[in-house]
């Protein structure tokens, strides 16, 4: 089992910046992969940055690519999302979700089998 809390989010002007977190607990961290997904209304769940388990592979999807930094702390069982030069299409709920099954990383939220509660960001133009 694997627990995961979000946190980080708000309300910030386009160009600006925020950094999510993804605390973990349960089943030892640096064993598995991790991604950032998010669900803006009446859309469906996408990717948005993955990392492997040591942190050496990191996905994005190409509309933060340049943006957006995904990194973890093993020692902190944490995973972040860096983002910068927000955009009012970024505004969504954000969701960090855990992998333990597969040895590759993933990009589809089919693929992840633990995740959080979702932190709110919204981007005013």
């Known amino acids: 089992q694997v627990q995961l809390v979000e946190s980080g989010g708000g309300l910030v002007q386009a160009g600006g910046s925020l950094r999510l977190s993804c605390a973990a607990s349960?089943?030892?961290?640096?064993?598995?992969?991790m991604g950032w997904f998010r669900q803006a209304p009446g859309k469906e769940r996408e990717f948005v940055a993955a990392?492997?388990?040591?942190?050496?592979?990191?996905y994005y999807a190409d509309s933060v690519k340049g943006r957006f930094t995904i990194s973890r702390d093993n020692a902190k069982n944490t995973v972040y999302l860096q983002m910068s030069s927000l955009k009012p299409e970024d505004t969504a709920v954000y969701y960090c979700?855990?992998?333990?099954?597969?040895?590759?990383?993933?990009?589809?939220?089919?693929?992840?089998?633990?995740w959080g509660q979702g932190t709110q960001v919204t981007v005013s133009s």
């Open positions: 349960g089943r030892t961290f640096s064993s598995y992969a």
């Open positions: 990392i492997s388990w040591s942190g050496s592979r990191k």
């Open positions: 979700a855990a992998d333990t099954f597969n040895r590759v990383v993933r990009t589809s939220p089919l693929e992840y089998d633990y």
